[in-house]
């Protein structure tokens, strides 16, 4: 018994082992959420009249890079929680913020692609904006190798706040490059377009609210959603940790 | 009030407990043997009062100052020797020890003449000026001690120092051990060597999974009996 | 009682330099695989006199910055090795100036390695580097890349990985600087008007101070234990 009064256990056993309610509402909630976005983006938005059907993939493509920022801005905080405060709970936070930013900048990116193809008439071209969301989702690639690397936990959790924090600086490139290279063929959908942009649109009233809409449901809801699921799954395999180490000491 | 005082230290790598709630309190003067089979905590115990490493709970008191908070304060008034020899090696006996003069903010002139005192007594006066990867590990061990000495610290954390050591280096270590005794510093040594621990100590302290299970002054001890105390103990 | 930041960032300086001086190892490895990087380039490129002043930024940077993770993994393996970061640990000085210290010291092997990369570019490709921008660019630069490579060098070198990791942790983070690099002497080599490539330094100016506070911070958190 004597290892569980030393290591105190990441959480109470009564908040990890039932399922929140609040979260499975949230859950449901999220998915009504973001299948009336898709219903919108598909059906209620207008048709583009230059790009076609394929510029309905932008609703999605630009939320996805909102919702990034986001669960990448809460592993920054988290981060900085976890230095100030040395709880674990901040970088298993963290983690869950990088992971599900990690996966929302892969659909950002993959969205981007399946755009580019008709519009660019190409997968992949060497635009700033293009590489430095690539270099982006490789810092965090880095990130996942770095925590891999370091066995001690307390280091590991203490570099891979600092390293979070770091890693944000490409987050904010990617966003202000279409606004600071001026030789990019990049849309920006908020603010004006670079002058040799290529597939930029107008926004109509319809497609103005299916933005919003998207942005809304992509960059407060889905993130959140993922992240508490994500970090749940991560007390949870702490506990198992803890739990293990008890059983070995006696 | 103790020089150093420990209050329910604990530290644990993972869920891993090394340090667990040791309550100890060591006077100015004293001069104590830490003993403990390897992984007993030995090093952990020395690095954390050191400020090298954080306690994972519990508190630390150092000459009043409390660790990690007032850590500057303290690390001013420790002399470390660590398993690695902590030197540079391209750099001669007489640059090491200005270095370390220098990062603690020692006076250039006073600085130079106790270097150059400690060189005489750990016995490298001859070699201070050849460049310390020509040393070998005993020669290197030696300097390391005169390197943590160097700042006049009140209390001297003195991991294995014997490490590394042939007969003669081990007896100057004892001498310097002694004479530090006498200059009225505090040491805190781990070591395998029970007669070392006998000899150069006032009590002796075994360590066994990260508690304290001996507590006893050397004075009642040679290194038979602590051999034998030793054995029982500590489990294999 | 304890040590002043200057003191004791110029006393980690002394040392390092001291130390190369003797050994030449951070400056020698450097250079060399400098060199050899610029000849490989000049083969792989086939650097004609039309594209050379289109690429030739390219290559000084990619060049600075490869050599520059070199003399970083070496200068923390230094400390490393013989445990003596931990001396600089125990002794009652603040983190930053450990910080500091190792940084001037990388900044001006790797400033060195730079300048000499930039005189075999010259010879080698004809293309003049050397004018009083030039200079500065390649000194704002080296400065960024030497920053966040002292920071991060200090927290590879604690992981199983060690040297591999320092170019995969280092590399995206160091993109803003290295594009904002490349454009400015691009343009600067192109003869291009003043205000085409100020902005350029000014980006990487500010980048330096970001990235230069960002270290000053989070370095206390990386070395302590």
Redesign the interface.
């Known amino acids: 018994m ?2 569980v009064t ?2 105190p256990l990441p959480v109470s056993s009564t908040s990890s082992q039932s399922r929140p309610a609040l979260l499975v509402i949230l859950t449901v909630i999220t998915a009504i959420l973001t299948v009336v976005g898709l219903l919108m983006l598909l059906f209620y938005a207008g048709l583009d009249v230059t790009q076609g059907d394929v510029q309905r993939i932008f609703y999605i493509h630009v939320s996805a890079f909102a919702g990034a920022s986001v669960a990448l801005g809460v592993s920054v905080v988290a981060g900085i929680m976890y230095l100030w405060k040395r709880n674990p709970k901040w970088d298993r936070l963290a983690l869950s913020g990088i992971e599900v930013g990690f996966a929302l900048a892969l659909t950002n990116l993959i969205t981007g692609m399946v755009w580019a193809r008709p519009i660019w008439n190409t997968w992949w071209t060497w635009d700033p904006r293009l590489t430095s969301a690539a270099i982006m989702i490789l810092t965090y690639a880095a990130y996942f190798m770095l925590r891999a690397g370091i066995e ?3 280091t590991r959790r203490r570099l891979s706040s600092v390293y979070g924090i770091l890693a944000y600086t490409t987050v904010i490139v990617t966003f202000v490059i279409i606004r600071i290279r001026p030789d990019t063929i990049h849309p920006a959908v908020i603010g004006p377009s670079p002058q040799n942009a290529e597939g930029g649109f107008e926004l109509s009233s319809s497609m103005l609210a299916t933005m919003s809409f998207n942005m809304i449901v992509w960059s407060v809801f889905i993130p959140w959603v993922l992240i508490w699921w994500r970090l749940r799954i991560e007390n949870l395999s702490e506990r198992v ?2 739990l ?3 059983v070995a000491e006696k | 009030m103790a020089l150093i005082e420990t209050e329910d230290l ?1 530290k ?6 090394v340090i ?2 040791l309550t100890l309190g060591i006077e100015r003067g004293e001069a104590v043997a830490l003993l403990g089979a390897n992984g007993s905590g030995k090093s952990t115990l020395l ?1 954390m009062l ?5 306690p ?2 519990g508190s630390i008191r150092i000459g009043g100052w409390e660790l990690p908070r007032e850590a ?2 303290v ?2 008034q ?1 002399g ?1 020797v ?10 001669t006996a007489v ?1 090491n020890l200005q ?2 003069g ?4 020692l006076d250039p002139a006073k600085s130079k003449q106790r270097g150059g005192l400690l060189l005489e007594q750990v016995g490298l006066a001859r070699r201070a000026n050849d ?1 310390v990867r020509t040393f070998s590990r005993g020669m290197q061990q030696r300097l390391s001690i005169a ?1 943590a000495m160097l700042h006049e610290p009140d209390i001297l954390l003195l991991d294995e120092p014997h490490t590394g050591l042939d007969q003669r280096g081990a007896a100057l270590l004892d001498d310097l051990i002694m004479g530090a005794r006498g200059e009225g510093r505090t040491i805190l040594m781990a070591t395998h060597e029970f007669d070392h621990a006998v000899q150069v100590s006032t009590r002796v302290l075994i360590l066994e999974r990260g508690s304290v299970v001996i507590d006893q002054p050397a004075a009642e001890m040679d290194a038979v009996r602590l051999a034998a105390i030793f054995a029982e103990q500590v489990s294999a | ?4 930041f200057f ?2 960032m ?3 300086f ?2 390092d330099t ?3 001086s ?2 030449r ?1 951070l400056i020698g490895a450097m250079g060399l695989f400098a060199l050899l990087d610029v000849l490989i380039f000049s083969f792989a490129l086939e650097l004609n006199r039309e594209a050379r002043i289109e690429s030739v930024s390219g290559v000084l940077w990619v060049t600075i910055v490869f050599a520059s993770i070199l003399g970083l993994n070496r200068s923390m393996a ?1 400390e490393r090795d ?3 970061l ?9 983190r930053s100036a450990i910080f500091a210290g190792k940084l001037l010291g990388n900044f001006l092997f790797t400033a060195l390695v730079g300048l000499a990369v930039a005189f075999v570019i010259t010879i080698l490709f004809n293309v003049p580097l050397f004018n009083g921008w030039m200079l500065i660019a390649l000194l704002l630069g080296t400065a960024g890349f030497t920053i966040i490579g002292t920071l991060l060098a200090a927290m590879t070198a604690q992981t199983r990985a060690r040297e591999t990791l320092l170019p995969i942790v280092m590399l995206p983070v160091a993109v803003p600087l290295l594009l904002a690099a490349v454009r400015g002497t691009t343009y600067i080599l192109n003869g291009a008007a003043q205000d085409e490539w100020l902005p350029w330094l000014s980006i990487l100016t500010v980048l330096n101070i970001i990235f230069l506070v960002l270290g000053v911070v989070l370095f206390e958190f990386v070395v ?2």
């Open positions: 004597s290892a030393q290591a001690n936990p307390e940790n803890a293990r180490a008890v | 604990t644990s790598f993972g869920y891993m407990p667990k709630r690095r050191s400020s090298l490493s954080k994972t709970s500057a304060a690390r001013a420790i470390m660590a398993h690695k020899p902590l030197l540079y090696d391209n750099l640059e270095f370390f220098r990062l603690y903010n460049l390197r | 009682m304890k040590t002043p003191a004791a110029l006393a980690i002394r040392k001291l130390a190369e003797r050994s190892e230094m013989q445990g003596n931990d001396v600089l640990l125990l002794a009652p000085l603040p302590e234990e």
